[in-house]
């Protein structure tokens, strides 16, 4: 995780900092189960949607790993059942030590 672009866009902000770090820790457990059950429908749509909402965050929060295993989902339609559980479980576990080091930041502020 590089937050220096996230200081970038909010330069002197940090309630804005306070409100995405808030809402990507308090979001992220919906997210999570919304992915394993678009997996286990096979619904490739969903995670497609679910994977363009998050790019964001990624990208703001400077974990570009995350990033482009989300960007990888634009191409769900033709992915297998085998490569989207690898992704999904690459995105949830990537983004599981992110928001363990949110946690983190908001306790050391």
């Known amino acids: 995780m590089n937050l220096n672009y996230f200081n970038t866009l909010f330069p002197n902000q940090p309630e804005i900092i306070e409100t995405v770090i808030d809402l990507t820790i308090s979001e992220f457990p919906q997210f999570k189960r919304d992915v394993k059950r678009c997996v286990k429908k096979v619904d490739k749509v ?50 599981e030590v992110v928001v363990d080091k949110l946690h983190e930041l908001r306790v050391s502020a």
């Open 46 to 95: 969903g995670l497609k949607k679910l994977a363009h909402k998050w790019q964001y965050t990624a990208k703001i929060l400077g974990i570009n790993e995350v990033w482009n295993n989300l960007d990888a989902f634009r191409e769900c339609e033709k992915l297998g059942e085998r490569r989207i559980k690898q992704l999904t479980t690459s995105v949830i576990t990537q983004l």
